[in-house]
């Protein structure tokens, strides 16, 4: 059963992790949220680099799915971090998502909660996101559930080419 609150449908949701079926589902989100962050182009993800980096033998990686009565309306990709200061793990969310009609429902809240759930369980000592600073919506979520911007650290990136040229010079 569905609840209004706050002039929005608050449904009901199901939580569950990813499996390698959903590849398509994940693959689908991915581009949507690329569009969404106006880098589609970047998206190199298919169905099988999918299926191995996250349910090969080697992956660190998990993935949740949020369903509304079966249908697939967002994901959460994540991994496990580590922080030399509080020697524990700490969980790392790489991505989240939630289809345009379901935003401001609870997804997205719900999804993080039990992230948070699953970091507790694993006694980690951090939960930790990035998100996008012109992504206003998300950004007022993650205020209002108390998480904690950190400003003083700048994110560094080494990808493709240089990538390649800095490990081989």
């Known amino acids: 059963m569905d609840a209004e609150v706050k002039g929005k449908t608050r449904r009901n949701f199901t939580i569950r992790e990813a499996v390698v079926e959903d590849c398509a589902v994940i693959l689908g989100f ?6 969404y962050e106006k880098a589609e182009h970047e998206v190199e993800a298919t169905p099988e680099s999918i299926a191995a980096s996250l349910f090969g033998l080697s992956s660190v990686t998990r993935g949740l799915i949020c369903e ?7 994901f959460a990709v994540w991994f496990f971090s580590y922080s030399t200061w509080l020697a524990k793990n700490g969980l790392y969310l790489e991505d989240l998502y939630v289809t345009p009609d379901y935003r401001g429902s609870g997804a ?21 996101w990035s998100v996008l600073d012109w992504n206003t919506p998300a950004i007022e979520v993650y205020d209002a559930i108390g998480a904690e911007p950190q400003n003083e650290w700048i994110r560094y990136r080494m990808s493709g080419e240089t ?7």
């Open 30 to 35: 991915i581009r949507e949220l690329a569009i």
């Open 68 to 74: 509304h009565e079966g249908r697939a309306v967002g």
């Open 108 to 128: 997205g809240k719900v999804l993080l909660k039990r992230l948070a759930k699953i970091a507790v369980d694993n006694g980690c000592g951090r939960f930790e």
């Open 163 to 169: 990538l390649k040229a800095f490990a081989e010079g």
